[in-house]
């Protein structure tokens, strides 16, 4: 699974990462927030959110500087059949949304 880059995002504002599921799905979509530290810094432990055929789920929290991290990656594992509206928001404005129609990974950039 190759990892599709998004707009970048800047060190120490809040992120919200928001995952809606189809109701027409099959079973449970799973999403890790990850960090690529930068030269080894300590960076937050990844996240995880399960969500349920038409459920909906976000994680919330600071992105951390760019000293300590590279790049924020975000992987969305579905279901055969599975599919859902993924958006990413920094602060209240949004860095992209979009419909998932198969497992991804997303990656954008820390600033």
Do not use: C
């Not at 504002?13 to 530290?37: K, L």
């Not at 030269?39 to 994680?59: F, K, T, Y």
């Amino acid at each position: 699974m190759a990892t599709t880059m998004k707009p970048p995002v800047q060190g120490g504002q809040p992120y919200t990462v928001r995952f809606a599921n189809d109701i027409g799905g099959t079973g449970v979509a799973i999403v890790v927030v990850a960090w690529v530290p930068n030269h080894g810094a300590d960076v937050p432990a990844p996240r995880q959110m399960s969500i349920a055929r038409g459920g909906a789920a976000e994680l919330s929290d600071l992105i951390p500087a760019s000293a300590l991290a590279r790049r924020m990656t975000i992987v969305v594992e579905l279901d055969a059949g599975e599919t859902g509206q993924i958006e990413v928001l920094q602060g209240t404005q949004s860095v992209f949304s979009e419909a998932v129609t198969q497992p991804m990974t997303y990656g954008m950039v820390v600033l």
